[in-house]
Each structure stands twice: as structure tokens, then as C-alpha cells.
């Protein structure tokens, strides 16, 4: 059975660089076609996709939030993790890692449960 779990602060300060690690169990993350993404949702707002690393380590991002993402992996421990820096209140939202089956996004069939993280001073 496959499962994720994300792991990070609940409170990071504005300005500051967020950082996320989600725990893969059950399959590899080198596993073919698993496209391990990040996605968030913030209050009164709609699921945001942020960034996903492939299985050979490939990363693709948003567009909107390039200039400030980072995803990498960490084989040996099985998990992947997301930077945001720079963050600001707007960045408050509760944070998810999720699989992908499909490189052309979409196909999300495992999630973890979410976390929240809230940016103020």
C-alpha cells in the first residue's frame, strides 16, 4: 500500500524559506511513471499545483512561482521535498504531496493528508 506523509513547521516567519519533505512508503520514488508532485490550498481558494519531480528527477514548476520553488529527492530516504522561499501571508495554505500517474498531470491516485502551514510574524 502505498502511502505519503508530509512533514514540516506549521509557522514560518515572512521572508523566510519554507521547507517540506514528503515520506513515500510502499514504492519506490524511483518507480516508473511516478510523477510526485506538490500542490497547495489556500483559504477560500482552489487546489493549486505547484511543482513535481519525476522518477528519474526530472522537475517541472509553476510558472506563476518558479522563481521561488525548489523540489529534489532524496533516494536513500525514499522521500521529496519542497523549498518556497521568500514566503509571504499569502503563501498560508495547507500543503500537499501527492502522486502522479501521467506525465501530463492529473492523474493523482495516492495523497497524503495534508499540512498546514501558516506564514505571519
Known amino acids: 500500500q502505498v502511502q505519503l506523509q508530509e512533514s514540516g513547521p506549521g509557522l514560518v516567519k515572512p521572508s523566510q524559506t519554507l521547507s517540506l519533505t514528503c515520506s513515500v512508503s510502499?514504492?519506490?520514488?524511483?518507480?516508473?511513471?511516478?510523477?510526485w508532485t506538490w500542490l497547495r490550498q489556500s483559504p477560500g481558494k482552489g487546489l493549486e499545483w505547484l511543482a513535481v519531480i519525476d522518477y528519474i528527477d526530472v522537475t517541472y514548476y509553476s510558472p506563476s512561482l518558479r522563481s521561488r520553488t525548489s523540489v529534489s529527492r532524496d533516494t536513500s530516504k525514499n522521500h521529496f521535498t519542497l523549498q518556497l522561499s521568500s514566503v509571504t501571508p499569502e503563501d498560508t495554505a495547507v500543503y500537499y504531496c501527492?502522486?502522479?500517474?501521467?506525465?501530463?498531470?492529473?492523474?493523482?491516485?495516492?495523497w497524503g493528508q495534508g499540512t498546514q502551514v501558516t506564514v505571519s510574524s
Open positions: 501527492a502522486r502522479d500517474r501521467s506525465h501530463r498531470g492529473g492523474f493523482y491516485d495516492v
Open positions: 510502499g514504492v519506490s520514488i524511483t518507480a516508473s511513471a511516478s510523477y
